[in-house]
């Protein structure tokens, strides 16, 4: 059973902090390339951030570069998403994603089911 749950979520004030987690199983997650992706109401889904699977070389969507800090402890098979400096603007949706091969060569993309950001006074 493959699954990406999500967690920490919540409310915070605009500057504050928030750490989310992303705890896989059923799967190799090593093997995957991990990030996360979020959706604003009325907005589409955009990638925030993501790493690579052997180097953890690191990428993000330049409104949170500075910001926000994607890692990963395979060891944990989980995947962190340090969310510093919050605003607004970065109220949405947030999900976890993975993607990889199995052993066997299979072409895999996993989602969990989100975890919600709110950043208001």
């Known amino acids: 059973q493959v699954q990406l749950v999500e967690s920490g979520g919540g409310l915070v004030q605009p500057g504050g902090s928030l750490r989310l987690s992303c705890a896989a199983s059923?799967?190799?997650?090593?093997?995957?390339?991990t990030s996360w992706y979020r959706q604003a109401p009325g907005k589409e889904r955009e990638l925030v951030a993501s790493i690579t699977s052997i180097s953890s070389s690191t990428n993000y969507v330049d409104s949170v570069k500075g910001r926000f800090t994607i890692s990963r402890d395979n060891a944990k098979n989980t995947v962190y998403l340090q969310m510093n400096t919050l605003k607004p603007e970065d109220t949405a949706v947030y999900y976890c994603n993975a993607k990889g091969r199995s052993q066997i060569g299979v072409r895999n993309d996993y989602w969990g089911q989100g975890t919600q950001v709110t950043v208001s006074s």
């Open positions: 059923g799967f190799t997650f090593s093997r995957y390339a």
